[in-house]
């Protein structure tokens, strides 16, 4: 049970084209947002879509994948993490954001 405790399964699509930042030792990261939709019925009968954006991390091998072969409109099954990370601006004010860092990533349908 213990890999149920923090797993996150998406799919949906990127909203931008991936960030790739490769850092010294090898290491490389993707940075990319995707929106996941729900669809349902109001009491009228109209059909309402939610979107969901969600902050998408992955690292070396995960982040290789990413950079061949996703762009934005891509759409994807991911699973991951959540994790909260937290900083401060320049003024000295406290900025918090909550990421998925994927460990699995596969491509569904590429954007042409």
Partial sequence: ?????????????????????????????????????????????????????????AWNGAAKIVEKLLKKGSEVALEGKLTTRSWDDKEGNKHYITEVVANEILLLKSKE
């Fill in 1 to 57: 049970m213990n890999a149920l405790k923090n797993r996150v399964q998406l799919i949906g699509n990127l909203g931008n084209d991936p960030e790739i930042k490769e850092f010294d030792g090898g290491k490389t990261k993707a940075r990319f947002s995707m929106a996941t939709s729900e669809y349902y019925k109001n009491d009228k009968g109209e059909k309402i879509t939610e979107t969901q954006w969600h902050n998408i991390i």
